[in-house]
């Protein structure tokens, strides 16, 4: 699990680089385990503050906002914001322990508590940050951040950035998506012996992309694709079916996690799998790169949305979204701007399917069709999702933060 957590992106291996592992400082806000003796790491929470510090500031700025108060709705966003600068005032007495800080890198872009971003403004430290998932670009409220350097995935997503104003960022370098590095490095390498088999028997390798489900009761809901039971099933049979119409192929499925094998309400269906000739369920998730290593080394890839896919997008991977369920036609495609372009020399194609028959049609012309329009229409799209393929993205960030740190 620490592969999640391990930022690796920003750790140099010079000894003498301010960015080595060994010489940065890691400030944790969530009550993290230290993961080994080679960190330098302090819990934020366990450090100690005046509390009579923090009060009394708290009491001047109520004092000072609550005769703002007009309303119910007025009061719930004071509320809100009073929340908010009880958080930065905290984290600004606890930042006060660390003097020399010049540069905060965060781990995850939008996750970090608005209070300690707010606290490092204010300190005018540098907020260097890197876009962690394609799609979170492209989001409103829910998805915002503010930094100082930004390093995104695209000159695309650079031009989404700058026209939201969900975002508050000064220098946006677009780098390409880092984990696509993944793909890069188990390309026609480390690759799982499964593929190797089937390869040399002449097949297309097709890797089923689902979800992962959580062992609620079952229910029904209409729009949460991620604990839908019917939806996974039908996920499931269609890729049955397709495997069954698809000649000369072997189909592999990777879900998100496989804990929800053992309800019920799947038996049959994954008996079928079993069952089905030239099908396999990828159930290691001992390491957690072992997404990548099949995708890496698929020949079509057909999956969920999910930031995999993008990624597997970013590399150049033939890929088609499975865009709909049994009670949605349209799941991803609804999103503005997601994938905006369409091929103008082949019928106006596009990588998404809203039904079965789309999945068995665009399946067959991505894996049989090798002209150069289809690789132009890749190579479109390519550019919505990485800036350029020279160099991996980790050493883009490095030769930058080096360079001006």
């Known amino acids: 699990n620490n592969n999640l957590y391990d930022k690796r992106l ?9 960015f080595n592992k060994k010489n940065i400082v890691h400030l944790d806000y969530e009550n993290y385990k230290k993961p080994n003796d080679d960190y ?22 109520i004092s000072k906002t609550i005769i703002n108060i007009r309303g119910w709705k007025s009061f719930l966003a004071w509320f809100l914001l009073v929340q908010q600068y009880t958080s930065y005032i905290i984290y600004l007495e606890k930042l006060n322990k660390f003097k020399q800080l010049k540069i905060a890198i965060i781990d995850y872009d939008h996750l970090c508590p608005k209070g300690l971003i707010f606290a490092f403004k204010k300190k005018n430290i540098q907020i260097i940050s890197t876009q962690e998932r394609f799609v979170g670009g492209l989001f409103k409220s829910f998805y915002n951040v503010i930094a100082d350097t930004y390093f995104t995935c695209s000159d695309y997503m650079n031009k989404k950035i700058k026209n939201s104003k969900y975002f508050h960022v000064g220098n946006l370098i677009p780098v390409g998506q880092y984990r696509a590095d993944y793909l890069k490095k188990f390309h026609n390498k480390n690759v799982p012996h499964e593929i190797l088999i089937q390869r040399e028997k002449g097949k297309k390798i097709i890797v089923a992309l689902g979800l992962g489900l959580n062992q609620f009761p079952y229910f029904e809901p209409n729009f949460d694709m991620t604990i839908n039971w019917k939806s996974q099933k039908n996920f499931i049979e269609d890729m049955l079916d397709l495997s069954k ?27 079928k799998i079993e069952e089905t000739p030239n099908v396999f369920i990828a159930q290691d998730y001992s390491e957690y790169f072992n997404s990548y290593r099949y995708c890496a080394n698929a020949d079509l890839i057909i999956s969920k949305r999910t930031s995999l896919a993008d990624e597997c997008l970013a590399f150049g991977k033939k890929l088609i979204f499975y865009d709909y369920t049994h009670n949605l036609n349209k799941i991803i495609s609804e999103l503005p701007d997601y994938i905006p372009v369409r091929s103008k020399q082949i019928d106006d194609l596009d990588i998404y399917c809203h039904n079965y028959n789309e999945i068995l049609e665009k399946s067959r ?17 390519n550019k919505i999702y990485f800036s350029n393929n020279t160099g991996t993205v980790k050493k883009k960030i490095l030769d930058h933060l080096e360079l001006k740190f």
């Open 10 to 18: 920003y750790y140099s291996d010079k000894q003498d680089s301010p």
């Open 40 to 61: 330098l790491w302090f819990n934020l929470k366990e450090i100690k503050i005046s509390k009579k510090t923090i009060l009394f500031k708290l009491i001047k700025i």
């Open 245 to 271: 119409e698809l000649e000369n192929s072997y189909l592999i499925f990777r879900f998100r996690n496989f804990s929800w094998s053992n309800i019920e309400f799947f038996k049959s269906t994954l008996k």
């Open 365 to 381: 012309f991505f894996l049989l069709d090798s002209s150069k329009e289809l690789e132009n229409y890749r190579k479109e799209i």
